[in-house]
């Protein structure tokens, strides 16, 4: 049932998006796909179809590595939407609650289901999984600075307040993320110690 769900979740992500980018007006494909939101969700989507179609390599450790970053990830996209964005939803409702609603609480709920086979070392997953993060202000706040376009009005220097107003933002959100890490590595661990498959020698 896991995999079945894992199947169908994943290509509806895919249809939203693309549905989305084929009849959603008012931004480039560039643009389009600089949204953090997109993002999350076309990894979300890899994550659960790689699970779908090859469980048995679940136990890697660079998979497990991955699968939490992909909880992170689609955490941080529904979260921020709640909080800031819920103003701005899509033309579509039924993308917008693909993208925004079900994605998150389902990848949630695979890793909570099916828990990393080896335990998670907090201090690294939280190096690891802010990678990204961190790399996405950056690419943003440059091509903004180049195309004159931001994606999310939080990261735009031009609202007022300019880069510090906007350093204040992604810093907030950036503790958020690391709470979130922190979170997902927990709630691993301990639905991990408590899974039959674990093994307490392993640890990622």
Do not use: Q
């Amino acid at each position: 049932m896991l995999r079945v769900c894992r199947a169908l979740l994943a290509p509806a992500a895919l249809t939203a998006i693309g549905y989305d980018v084929a009849a959603g007006p008012g931004v480039s494909d560039a643009d389009y796909f600089s949204y953090f939101t997109v993002l999350s969700n076309l990894f979300a989507a890899a994550i659960l179809l790689h699970g779908a179609l090859r469980p048995e390599r679940e136990n890697s450790r660079t998979v497990e590595l991955l699968r939490g970053a992909a909880v992170v990830y689609i955490l941080t996209t529904g979260i921020v939407y709640l909080i800031l964005l819920s103003g701005h939803a899509p033309s579509y409702p039924w993308v917008n609650a693909i993208l925004h609603y079900v994605m998150p609480v389902a990848v949630t709920f695979d890793w909570l289901f099916d828990p990393p086979r080896a335990r998670l070392d907090p201090a690294r997953t939280v190096v690891l999984w802010m990678a990204f993060p961190v790399l996405y202000i950056l690419y943003t706040l440059a091509r903004g600075a180049i195309v004159d376009w931001y994606p999310y009005f939080f990261v735009n220097p031009h609202r007022g307040g300019g880069y510090l107003v906007v350093a204040g933002d992604c810093l907030g959100v950036g503790i958020g993320i690391i709470a979130l890490i922190l979170a997902t590595t927990w709630a691993g661990n301990r639905r991990r110690d408590s899974h039959p498959t674990g093994d307490p020698r392993h640890r990622v």
